[in-house]
């Protein structure tokens, strides 16, 4: 018997059970005791399955830059959908995959101008990691295998990811990890750099502790570091000023590579396509994710510089040059997805709005100095972050609140790590939903003080 859907009603009823999903990264008994629901977006709201709209301060997850349900992103995904739903990029390929790959590939600096495709950030990451390994060991440098991650790094949840990452919780149950790898300082001094907008000034001087690991493991045995350049999952950490072009520099000195984790930064979080060109500084890779979609369809990918990838291109023609791919990798509705959210950022001139809307976003997130239990504001870009003094009932359980009191109270969606609130909006953003931001944040936080 067929059963006639009103998909409308079907796509916003609230589901009697939950306990079905396990949920990532979140404290499901909390959740499903009282849960943060949302069942539509558009633009730059959220809406609950009742209607009642939630400022996305966001961006959903750090991806949705070019605003929710866009309508040409979501005509190219069902046109694409209805044409080619699924072809394989192992040995075969479909146009759509080449003419995304191109275009991201004229956004990157420099020689950067290959691009290999997954399907999220930790797989952009580990895919970073093998290739300098493979790189190495194709030029007869077998010896170069150590990783070099950064404290307070995050790199996805793979187990390259989390080994060169460097956030405790991700790491503490999941064993050795991966062997011969080691850890930069993080750049964060909170005496020297509280209330920054923008880069700070201190910190370029913690670069150099790449010197002191080079003496300590020998240069020969090192392939590869790999940091963000905003640390964002960690609370929306800058890199100072000057920081990464000293690490370009150290790398270079010892034929080390560098890659650079622009899952968060790219599309236009700092203001250009990638960090990178923020930063005149032209990594060996660049790890991609979230916005290159908007968010709409997962991908992830890197970019490669060309001399690594024509290293990969010197054996006989026939022969895979590297054994590596995932089954999704240049899925038809994500290049079509990308594709159409590359076209809104130049039509809208979504990463020029973000570099001219970066100074009116950093004086409204600092209005909020000096309010009772505010211990920093950083700002870069179009992000904010908001470290809050931790409860005496233990560290994250404000944090926690914040974000319930957000959602449920004031109608707004932010990150929260630990005790930190974190603001990434849309790219579309407006000065008065700039403002609008504000003010919810400003009443949350007074009411979890």
């Known amino acids: 018997m067929s059963v006639a859907y009103d998909f409308d009603t079907v796509s916003t009823a609230t589901p009697n059970d939950l306990e079905a ?31 009642r709209p939630i400022l996305d301060a966001s961006a959903g997850l750090w991806c949705a830059n070019a605003g929710h349900s866009r309508d040409p992103i979501v005509q ?68 170069r295998t150590r990783l070099i991650g950064r404290e307070r790094g995050y790199h996805g949840v793979g187990f390259g990811g989390i080994s060169v990452g460097g956030i405790s919780p ?17 750049t964060y001094d909170r005496e020297k750099q509280a209330f920054s907008k923008g880069e700070p000034e201190w910190g370029a001087e913690r670069a150099e502790a790449l010197e002191g690991i080079v003496a300590l493991h020998d240069a020969q045995t090192i392939a590869a570091v790999i940091v963000e350049p905003m640390a964002g999952s960690t609370g929306g950490l800058p890199a100072p000023k000057g920081y990464l072009k000293r690490l370009r520099e150290i790398c270079d000195k010892y034929g080390i590579l560098l890659i650079f984790d622009e899952v968060i930064t790219g599309f236009g979080r700092l203001g250009f396509p990638f960090a990178a060109e923020r930063y005149g500084v032209v990594p060996d890779m660049i790890a991609f994710a979230k916005g290159v979609t908007s968010g709409t369809v997962p991908m992830g990918g890197v970019i490669v510089r060309k001399g690594i990838y024509d290293t990969f291109m010197d054996g006989p023609e026939h022969v895979i040059e590297l054994f590596h791919g995932y089954t999704y990798s240049g899925h038809p509705l994500a290049c079509a997805a ?86 990434s909006p849309p790219l579309i953003i407006s000065e008065s939903q700039v403002g609008e931001i504000v003010d919810k944040l400003s009443k949350t936080i007074d009411a979890v003080m």
């Open 338 to 423: 990308s594709l159409a959210t590359l076209d809104l950022y130049r039509d809208e001139g979504l990463f020029e709005r973000a570099r001219e809307m970066e100074p009116v976003f950093a004086d409204a997130m600092m209005s909020l100095k000096g309010k009772p239990g505010i211990l920093d504001i950083r700002t870069v870009g179009l992000v904010g972050a908001f470290d809050m003094a931790p409860s005496p009932e233990g560290p994250g359980k404000r944090g926690f609140k914040a974000m319930e009191v957000g959602f449920h109270d004031n109608g707004i969606m932010f990150r929260v790590t630990g005790d930190t609130l974190a603001v």
């Open 170 to 186: 991700n790491r503490r149950f999941f064993g050795g990890m991966l062997t011969g790898v080691d850890h930069l300082p993080h």
């Open 76 to 143: 190219a995904i069902q046109k694409q959908a209805a044409e080619l739903d699924f072809a394989p990029t192992f040995q075969y390929g479909h146009p759509t995959a080449f003419r995304a790959a191109s275009r991201i590939a004229e956004l990157a600096p420099g020689d950067l101008d290959h691009v290999f495709f997954c399907n999220s950030g930790s797989e952009a990451d580990d895919t970073a990691l093998k290739i300098a390994l493979a790189y190495h060991a194709i030029r007869g440098n077998g010896t």
């Open 21 to 51: 999903f396990w949920m990532g990264f979140t404290a499901n008994r909390a959740f499903k005791a009282r849960p943060r629901m949302v069942a539509r977006a558009k633009d730059m709201h959220y809406f609950t399955p009742e209607g």
